[in-house]
């Protein structure tokens, strides 16, 4: 369960609402409430911003950063995605409907594309000398 109370905090709860997970968002903005969303299986959810941006966690892993979809164009009236996941549906004011593809798979190879490669086996060893290397990219 997740819940956005008067100041714009965004929490994270249990199944039952008795116990906090995470605080995910510090206050943000009292004067919208913000559109939430989860994906069918319950990994990703998502929370508008007063900005017009969409926020996205996965609920498995609360303390990481979140991923920022930009909407651009104003606030957000409403947010969800769709069965399999893969894509989250934006509405605001200006469009009826948007669609926000979301691949894990691409990010890594776009991550992978900037820095140009994975780790050598020496840069392994500098970083990481006691895991055994492995090819990352």
């Known amino acids: 369960m997740a819940a956005a109370d008067i100041q714009g905090r ?15 968002a510090a206050a943000d903005s009292t ?18 911003r007063a900005d017009g941006s969409v926020r996205v966690w996965e609920t498995a892993s609360p303390r990481l950063p979140e991923a920022i979809v930009p909407a651009g164009d104003g606030p957000v009236l409403a947010i969800g ?3 399999g996941g893969g894509e989250l549906r934006i509405a605001t004011s200006h469009l009826a409907v948007r ?12 991550v ?7 780790a050598t086996r020496a840069e392994w060893r500098g970083y990481l000398p006691d895991v055994p290397y492995r090819l990352t990219c």
């Open 112 to 118: 992978c594309a900037r820095a140009g490669g994975g």
């Open 81 to 83: 995605f769709t069965s």
């Open 99 to 110: 669609s926000a593809r979301l691949a894990p798979d691409r990010a890594a190879a776009e």
């Open 10 to 24: 965004l929490t994270l709860w249990d199944a039952d609402g008795q116990h906090r997970i995470a605080v995910l």
């Open 31 to 48: 004067v919208e409430r913000p559109a939430l969303a989860f994906s069918a299986d319950g990994s990703l959810l998502a929370a508008s």
